[in-house]
């Protein structure tokens, strides 16, 4: 299965880890995705952020703390680079201060992604990202989703009325007809609710919301097994907001929430992703300006490489 | 129960987090603790510190951080503003520089608060605080303690016999009949000692020391299970020394141990605590000079909004 | 002139700085402008930021700094607060995410402050948060302008052609008539630029900038000299844009330019607008998540205590 | 057992943390090992360092942090500096720009105390400090190893053919003859690799390597009795890497990897080596420069205390 | 006058600057002050703080960074190490929560210093520690100051009451005849007031109060001519508070204002002080818990060493 | 002159600075110099640094905020892109544990610039990087230099003899014929120093050595006027080590002196290079680790930048 055409990453052995231009996983820069079977992205845009903005920071910083991984998945002996071909196609065009205008570019970016035949692994950016990946990515019919959150973010609208914000893109993707909730399922929710009945618009739906509780309470394994029950064979999205990590492992980020998983959870949780069929994934509200010793964009980047090792693999499979 | 003349905390969705004057909780500042069920209340003042200074700024960080809460507790759907009545009656006026001075002014403080016919739940400040809240708490008789800390803070005196000092306020309470040592219990003590008997005065006078390993060991519930038990169903105050958190979780702090709680089991430990006859609560020894990115006054600020639904189901209870 | 019931701030020789809630200058916090000579208002809205956000908690951070200050200005031996009834009134509520909404809401919020007849020295916020201002400001006619600022930000269009962002606010300002580029100085304004007729639609409509070079060789009071001179005695706004003082004296910015003003330079400028008929002031572009150890809130807060001298004794001349 | 001329820690009761002259647990500064059981000494050295070096800070602020440890241990009740003599004899004199004559100086400075017949619990200095380490201790035949790491260290070259770095220092070991495989055992290896056959040769020499995730799987009981049997009765090298702790409580490190052991893990693993025939320890890979808040340096301040009650009971045993 | 059995520094051109036990200047420790010309003595102790507390870590940072110095002063050529017999003689044992018996400790261990007939070159601390200094060092009569400050540090008391606080040491000392206001001058006073008359005290006594825009318009040069003659040619205190120099140079402290010296002339300052008779020194209120980059400390240091050579020079001179 | 095959930067009007692949000035990366009039180059190595690490970070960093810098220079007027073809062409491949190596790299790396006809303007990297660069640069016979830094690095050995360190660099280009000592000055000098003879070797070479003092007393405009006379019409190297500006404006670097450079000095600086037939510039020492705000990193990217326009402006007067 390996080809030998692959883009491959620059070998640390050789090349020191700070010495060249930063790409994700230190993959060549390319300019499309065209013949790419998985596509590496940044969208680098926090426009629908409601208290810490910063996310729009997040792909540089990512970029360059995952200069720290390496070839090889140690537990699964995935090697993603060689079953797959992988590149960095950069960030796509955003617009910082015209909400709908980003949301536009976004969305348009994505789809030149998906219509090249690229998976696409995405790295914010807010949570509202994920709004206009989805209208590019489930263009064809709506998809499941794996959500990993501190926030079930099925809000409806904040400060009088505005529909579009990073607490609320999954309430709009099932009102668009992007987000099938009874394939969705979300995992790791905590915190405070401005409500006691915050979730029943999400429960009502079909989406099922798992506390950070609960995993606690039955272990990622089962956890994970029910998450696949759930999202089943049908095209599925999983999207990893950085603050389902506890603050301590995961401090930059716009809404901390304290009692989160451990980064070694957060491996287990994604590693329990082998299986299902991951149409797009990202990694967001990773924010640079209120994190500490490149921690969170280090639990980012190595989040990102288990991703990318589980959708190779899925890439090799069906190839 | 709920009564719509209570306080209410300014709503994120329609107004940011970032903005306003910081009170504890968004809630609204008043002058005095008339009326009010709980008190939330900040005692900024560090002056019994013998390592690392900087708790006296405590307050003010927690209360920034604190707008990071919302309404319910999402496991327990408490919504203690809706049950009691809570506001932020501000800073008991301390001395910086004056020990004893500093002592009478936070129990004269706290005092009005006691009299008004409200529970304080306090933000210190050093661990010291504790030992004149509870002069204003205990004047009808010795309360019983739950008490989450590493450090037993019951040694005797420092640098040549000064009997007040942040490691001594629980062996002065007992020995002027505030704390009745035999409804108390020490949780999550750990940390090298200085002698091999250093614990024993404590066991000697009753109280349940319980070190963090046996904690591991046992898990919280049991743990709470025995804690609740040997508070029995009189007057009790739950005192929260943040340094029972791993300093990673929590290093704003000035004598960080290793090994501590995470805070998802801190949580489970303050929800355990639901039942207890809660008569005041503070939690301490926040430094934010030591802090790092503001995780410690997070993780202080939403133990006060965990400590703050049970004192106020308690409450709503009694009423 | 003084005035035994004028607001008076909290005294740090009886009350610990540290301690209390926290206000601008721990002025007390009232809930409107009415009866005020001056209004200090926050703005906490950053959303026309078109690189590093983080301005909406400008605000906050100025409110910490700000209570270093004491009663009197040691040089000029102004007593603020004994010649003017001046208070903290809270912040503008804002929109986060939605740009015109926000500009709206800001222009809402100062017009209140206008015409209950005290004049606004607001603190930012971004750039941009200064155009709404001056739609409630200069309602009645354009204003002079005395400008420090590393930027001319009369830049025209951003990203494919938004007219708003901290970049454009006075070519609105001139186009909207709020603001007479003939009565207009812009002093500190260095950096690399676009193009080389960046400054020149700013020059053709009149607008006096000078740039550091400029002040370095001539020095500070002969460059005021001539900005008094081009404010002349109409109605002008001052805007202190706080990356006029060099990044490493105020790195808490969006935008940082090296070679800027000393603080000290920065005070000498402000003392130079004694006699100027200010009508509104400002100090923005305090972006706390890049600050360190607070110097750039410290420097902003000082400078607002030194417009707030200025402003003074200026209510008080024409009393 | 205890001996009164001991050297004995200065008293935090007495004199604060925070004053005196900074060296290890407090205790006296001495010339040379003469006379101690156990000598701990710096080696603040990271010329073997293939990517973020500041291990070279190492012993100075671990130094520090271990003014926060007292005399005695909570669990074991072990009094290390009562049945054992033990000083801090200061930094061996390294060269910061010559690796050879680094690793040269080192072995020397380490076999002095090795001939004084004290026993040596070093402080790095990055991870190819053992290898000189282990050529004082191994001088007369090979040890075994216990060895706490994120990584094998067992590589072979580096940059086009360097066989000395902090990747190689247990191949280069085993190759001279210092390192018995056959009882070598390394604890929490995990993060990618870079070639699936990476610990392929460490295997095949006999080196026993538990993942991190088969620590999670097995607990740490279970874990270190498999150590120790691997251990055996022999000398046995301790090597202490922090990375084998999560970075979130070890940031200041040089390669750190997400999904490590806790703190209180790591202090559990040190505590089973109870019994271990200890020749030789150490707390390597410390960096100051990439630390927050000192924590890295507490951690390893405490885990050198754990390391030493340890050694000090297998001294006092064998006395 | 150089004297071979002088203690000389470890030379960094042997020993890195980052190996070995930090001590002042990399000089011996030693016990106590006998045979010492100069003595180098920390006090870190801060009980007089009214603000931010800090300053008791101000000896170990100043003594870390201390190991940049080298041994011979670049401008004057002066060689301190050669031509004075100097050490670290350790820290004073303070009580951090006990002021008058810190007071009084301090005072004894530097009576012990005086009377060996040293010269005390103290880092504190807080400025309060100067009282304390001053009731050794002018046993036999009054002396007068050179006093480089932001603050005058003249006012009567605090909270209600209390003498003795950071803000009022010169008060103390003139009224208890240690200080001679008429041979007394303070250099650098800034920042705003308690009251117009804030400093009509120092004044009146005959203190000579120069703001610093006195000294912006005057150049060091001309102030420190007068400042000379002010002291003539009896013996002289030494007094420098880290924050008359600008909080973005030393921005660990506990009273910043803005528009301080830079460090350039900070040196200047000191190497005007050729040819006064100093009796004791003192760098004071380096707060280490709020400096960054170590670059308060390190400014202490320098300041530090610019004193020893101007110290070292009278001592050789008088020799 | 202006030649639109030049490379242009990213326009930051159209994609915000944030965003995208990060490189020196937001140029394109190429693969090789050919074709260039000036080449921007990293060398990401430390391996001469004697005492804190950290340079080989810079390139990263200086790449990450350079994204700052615009196309035209404010003073000036000059637009670099418009009059030169300039590219990022990336790092030299380094070797961070073998000095000799490293040294080897270097050269052959920037021979290959040379070679192409490109004038290297190169980021360290500690000072040694400068040798090898030397080496390349002249080879066809000795360059002068202008030479910006806070220390001479005309030492001999240190260790014991090693020749190669970041303060040996420019005694060991005069031995080997590549610097023409009587063409070179030195400017900024300062801070205490090994022995007083220190800077003799230098001057008795012909080197013209200017202390800061001198600087501050002649101004910067005369200096350089000096400067430009001593390095008169041949081949010139200017380097800029980040040290020479003050370590409040430039605390990321490994030697910090105080009482530096104000950064709008060192702008004036090199701007008075104007005229000067500059073969190759560097700017040195910036270490990431170390600094704060990423301060020193804009510092250096904007001295990046002047340089390059007086380069480019030299390129466009010889074509």
Not at 16 to 26: K, L, Y
Not at 39 to 48: K, M, N, Q, R, Y
Request: negative net charge.
């Amino acid at each position: 299965m390996t080809n030998s055409t692959f883009h491959q990453p620059v070998d640390a052995v050789e090349v020191p880890r700070f010495a060249g231009h930063s790409t994700f996983m230190r993959l060549p820069a390319v300019q499309d995705a065209t013949g790419l079977d998985i596509a590496l992205v940044g969208i680098p845009w926090d426009g629908g952020t409601t208290n810490r903005a910063g996310a729009r920071h997040g792909p540089r910083e990512v970029r360059n703390q995952s200069s720290m991984m390496r070839r090889v998945h140690h537990v699964t002996l995935t090697e993603p680079f060689s079953i797959a071909n992988i590149a960095d196609v950069g960030d796509i065009s955003v617009n910082p201060i015209d909400l709908l205008d980003g949301l536009k570019r976004i969305e348009a970016g994505m789809r030149a992604i998906v219509e090249a035949g690229a998976i696409p692994l995405s790295v914010g950016g807010d949570h509202l990202t994920t709004l206009p990946v989805m209208r590019a990515v489930a263009a064809g019919g709506p998809v499941g989703m794996i959500h990993f959150d501190a926030h079930s973010d099925t809000n409806d609208t904040y400060f009088g009325g505005n529909p579009y914000t990073h607490g609320t893109p999954f309430r709009r993707a099932i009102e668009e007809g992007l987000l099938d909730p009874k394939r969705t399922v979300q995992i790791g929710i905590r915190g405070s609710i401005y409500a006691t009945d915050e979730h029943d618009w999400a429960r009502a739906q079909g989406i099922r919301v798992i506390y950070m509780e609960e995993c606690t309470r039955r272990g990622i394994a089962d956890v994970m097994a029910e998450a696949r029950a759930i999202a089943g064979d049908g095209p599925t999205y999983v999207s990893f907001d950085i603050d389902c990590i506890d603050p301590s492992m995961a401090p930059g980020t716009g809404t901390p929430e304290i009692g989160g998983f451990t980064t070694r959870e957060a491996q287990a949780l994604v590693r329990e992703l082998s299986g299902v069929r991951i149409v797009a994934a990202d990694v967001v509200e990773v924010a640079p300006p209120f994190d500490v010793a490149g921690m969170t964009a280090l639990a980012g980047a190595t989040i990102l490489f288990e991703l990318l090792c589980v959708i190779a693999e899925g890439v090799a499979a069906r190839r």
